[in-house]
């Protein structure tokens, strides 16, 4: 059908950004260069004094990681994205580029280990402190701003729990407030969830993930408003350098090409294989959004399109039988990466969140017989056989 309004999604993904050489390329180029050539003095001295446009040192920009930013800011609806060198070094960028001493963050409690790290043990260090609340729970966090609170900080669906938060209502809460709302849409992408679009200020990505897709390469991105994201936090990365490498970006422009087609297969296998562990009777209790039985399941459809790739589940007989489970794959890779073609499996409670201690585990609801499984693009029937291999075990 002809479309009048803007292109589709994937069409977006698959053409935005990229520039043709006078060479005639079809697939994008990777710059592979530190540094830009100028024709004379004086068009160094207006590049550098921001009087011209264009390259100067890859430290600042490189066509092939712009062409990344340009399309992921298309993906998601943001006016601006700076790429950067990893998931962690887009949080750290983003709270460099827009807080300052004395600010105040409100952070869902169930985020990313190193996330929680980052803001525990070093932005404290710089003057800025962090409160912790339930996800789903907007009350909280309305009850949690301060005067000096000018970031709320949300992870939805959160790891590995699957819990979410109505993003809506959260960016509502943080602009009747005057504070920003960011959102790490590691889990969903675009091509699932797009939080600008529901009114959050600013996406977080590890683009290590989903963008990436098949497990190559770490890289991160901000996206959001020009001011916000084009001028504050790109001062950051020209600064302080957390860039991503031109050989990355041309990994991750490869990735978004297919991310649309990706995130509905992860999303039908991840689907089809929390309905086969909801009726296996060695699952205690599943995590999945795309679950009637999911606490946040009216989100699904509205906030998110589909449940998403990455489902938990807890199984009878604590840390014990989690790990006969995961030992007795022959075909998932035991790893704590996510995102990826291959099917990952994990066991939180000694891995990613084994250095909580046991109280902080069990307040973030990180049992001992708990599973992840951040669903591939294998045969799910060759993924229930090989999780058969450890629940049907006598
Ligand atoms: C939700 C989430 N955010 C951020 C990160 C950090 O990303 P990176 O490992 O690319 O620094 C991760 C990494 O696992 C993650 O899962």
Known sequence: MHRKDSPGFSTLAVRTGHRRTAEGEHSEPIFATSSFVFSSAAEAAARFAGNEPGNIYSRFTNPTVQAFEERLAALEGGEACVATASGMSAILSLCLGLLRVGDHIVSSRAIFGSTTMLFNNYLSRFGIAVSYVPLSDVAAWGDAIRPQTRLLFVETPSNPLTEMVDIRALAELAHSRECLLAVDNCFCTPALQRPLALGADLVIHSATKYLDGQGRCVGGAVVGGRKLVGEDVFGVIRTAGPSMSPFNAWVFLKGLETLELRMLAHARSAQALAEWLDAHRAVERIYYPGLASHPQYSLVGTQQITG?????????????????????????????????????????????????????????????????IAVGLENVEDIEADLMLGLEAP
Do not use: Q, Y
């Open 308 to 372: 998403g790739g990455i489902l938990a589940f807890e199984v009878r007989g604590g840390r014990e039988a989690a790990w006969r489970v995961i030992d007795a794959t022959r075909m998932l890779s035991i790893t704590a990466n996510l995102g990826d073609t291959k099917t990952t499996i994990t066991h939180p409670a000694t891995t990613t969140h084994g250095r909580l201690t046991p109280e902080e585990r069990a307040a973030a609801g990180i049992s001992e017989g708990l599973i992840r």
